[in-house]
């Protein structure tokens, strides 16, 4: 039995330590239950509630693993088809996520010119709410052209 000071009472019934922390006006709560015995503290549920509570949130921001995430589009998506995919962008990129931005060119359109490619890649860019930088450059790839971007504020 530990008091909600740290005090080690000893080993005592249950019938006692429910007393005792009835006279305190908090609750007692069984800390490790496999203990031999148990390991039982009288302090408020409430409190103890709202630092695990933290105390998980804090492991939880700690264990983010950075994924890629892959946005399509296309020469022909709408302004506001791209407003949408640039929209769920800057909520990965707030969430940490790498984003990997494809340009998809089907059939002719692989032959088009690279700089009109880059402008509509960089339309799609300036749409993006979230701070980013670039981490590779757009570049050639099989289905069209590709960029990777991923937070600024690392």
């Known amino acids: 039995m530990v008091t909600a000071s740290g005090e080690n009472l000893g ?3 249950r019938d006692e330590a429910l007393r005792r922390a009835r006279e305190a006006g908090l609750d007692l709560i069984e800390i490790s239950p496999n203990a031999n015995p148990p390991v039982a503290k009288i302090i408020d549920y409430g409190k103890f ?3 695990l509570k933290k105390k998980a949130k804090v492991v939880q921001v700690k264990a983010h693993i950075t994924e890629t995430k892959t946005i399509q589009v296309k020469i022909g998506t ?4 791209l407003m949408l995919k ?3 962008a800057s909520e990965w990129l707030k969430q940490g996520d790498r984003i990997k931005l494809d340009l998809f060119l089907p059939g002719r359109s692989k032959y088009m010119e690279l700089g ?3 402008e509509r890649m960089e339309r799609m860019l300036k749409l993006i709410t979230e701070q ?3 981490a ?3 570049k ?3 289905k069209g052209l590709t960029v990777v971007i991923e937070r600024a504020g690392k």
């Open 11 to 13: 080993v005592l019934p």
């Open 49 to 51: 509630h709202y630092d």
């Open 78 to 81: 709408g302004e506001h088809d």
């Open 86 to 88: 640039a929209k769920r």
């Open 116 to 118: 009109f490619l880059k």
């Open 132 to 134: 980013y930088k670039i």
């Open 136 to 138: 590779d450059p757009p």
């Open 140 to 142: 050639k790839s099989p």
